[in-house]
């Protein structure tokens, strides 16, 4: 384990962000917060996972001169790249450029961004007695705090246009990382844990969890007006494990963030689950207490929709490789899509994290084929009535 100093910066000399976060600019475009809420809406809103990243030149050019986690520990770089893409798109959210690695981060440990690799984790989680290194009393305003000054900054920044997105990894995929030390095809260490360790494996999850939670919060209190919880390992558990490892820490953050959120006399806002290959847990997901439920690529609209039976708006779920079809398929796909979810309670975005190799003209054609084809649904269908 590395020494904090190490791994995370110190928030910005001066407050950068003493703007106080009650004074934002009045928001103009409500689309996603309505949809999310499951509000009519006039047309599907729209965003993309990773919006902000290497698929734009810009952002290319910015982490040419800095190290990814400079970025994101640079509330004025985390900034300006999360307005990247809403100066190129009509999209109707932005989101905090961040990663969900932070997180174990402010727990003590050191995660490098590896060119050609991804995260590595040089000491990674090996047996329980290893937990003694994580510090369990994370004081989430010191370590995750340039997160929350980012949010405030783009909060400013945005004037309004659209709303913006806070977002955290869930504990068991945080939990993957930690134990397996990075990507992995099968996350056979952590899987090992659920099995060998059953006991330290809650535990590991219980102090991951009330991290997550104190940090959902913060970003809620500076200015994010969503919140997104990226369960992306979700797929490596089978249903048993998932509704005893993953399932019960999910709708504990929904319902503490929830009560913490009122509890500092603020609304709370609307949460989003994406949890990622869990397309056996549907149903349980759309009764944990999100008001969202995004869905990978694989899972069939329709088949969502009378799993959810109203209770929550979908979020997803076109395949990122259709964004390589030319810009008239792109409308093709996008429509089916469309009339398979319906044009309310549902937010169009991709059912991952767009590819880096993606052309930008293609992510408008996308935005632009949601915004139109939608409007066009709505219209035909106020018509028929």
């Known amino acids: 384990m590395a020494d904090r100093s190490q791994t995370t910066f110190q928030r910005s000399k001066e407050p950068l962000l ?4 009650q004074n934002f600019p009045e928001l103009k475009n409500d689309l996603m917060l309505r949809a999310a809420r499951g509000e009519k809406t006039e047309r599907v809103p729209v ?19 800095n190290e990814f986690f400079k970025v994101c520990q ?48 040089p000491e990674p989680l090996k047996v329980p007695e290893d937990m003694s290194k994580l510090d369990k009393d994370v004081d989430v305003n010191k370590t995750l705090g340039y997160v929350f000054d980012a949010i405030t900054l783009t909060r400013h ?12 990894g869930a504990p068991w995929t945080l939990m993957c990382y930690m134990i397996e030390g990075g990507g992995s095809e099968s996350m056979s260490k952590p899987k090992q844990w659920l099995y060998k360790y059953e006991e330290a494996s809650h535990q590991l999850l219980n102090i991951l969890t ?5 940090y959902l919060v913060g970003q809620v209190i500076a200015g994010a007006q969503l919140l997104q919880v990226f369960e ?8 048993r494990t998932f509704h005893t490892f993953a399932l019960p820490y999910l ?48 899972v069939n609209p329709k088949t969502a929709r009378h799993q959810t ?30 009339e398979q979810f319906g044009t309310q309670q549902h937010i169009a975005n991709l059912g991952h994290g767009i590819y880096p190799t993606i052309d930008p003209d293609h992510v408008e054609a996308f935005v632009d084929a949601v915004h139109s084809i939608s409007e066009e649904i709505n219209l035909d269908s106020k018509k028929k009535n």
């Open 18 to 21: 003493k703007m106080a976060a």
């Open 47 to 65: 965003w993309v996972m990773r919006q902000a990243g290497r698929y734009l030149s810009e952002f290319r050019a910015m982490r040419a001169e």
């Open 74 to 121: 640079t509330p004025e770089l985390a900034c300006e790249v999360t307005l990247q893409p809403i100066r190129r798109f009509q999209l109707d959210a932005a989101i905090i450029f961040s990663d969900i690695l932070v997180v174990p981060q402010a727990l003590g440990m050191t995660v490098e961004m590896v060119p050609g690799k991804g995260p590595s984790f």
């Open 157 to 168: 920044k945005l004037e309004g246009k659209v709303p913006l997105i806070g977002f955290s």
């Open 210 to 214: 009330k991290v997550i939670i104190d």
């Open 232 to 239: 992306s390992h979700a797929g490596h558990l089978c249903p």
């Open 251 to 298: 709708s504990i953050i929904a319902r503490q963030v929830e009560e913490k959120v009122r509890a500092q006399g603020k609304e709370p806002v609307p949460m989003i689950i994406f949890a990622k290959g869990a397309h056996y847990a549907i149903e349980d997901l759309a009764q944990s207490g999100y008001e969202v439920v995004g869905l990978d690529w694989t």
């Open 309 to 338: 039976q109203g209770k929550v708006t979908l979020q997803g779920n076109m395949d990122p490789g259709a964004l390589y079809a030319s810009k008239e398929e792109i409308r093709t796909i996008v429509r089916e899509m469309l």
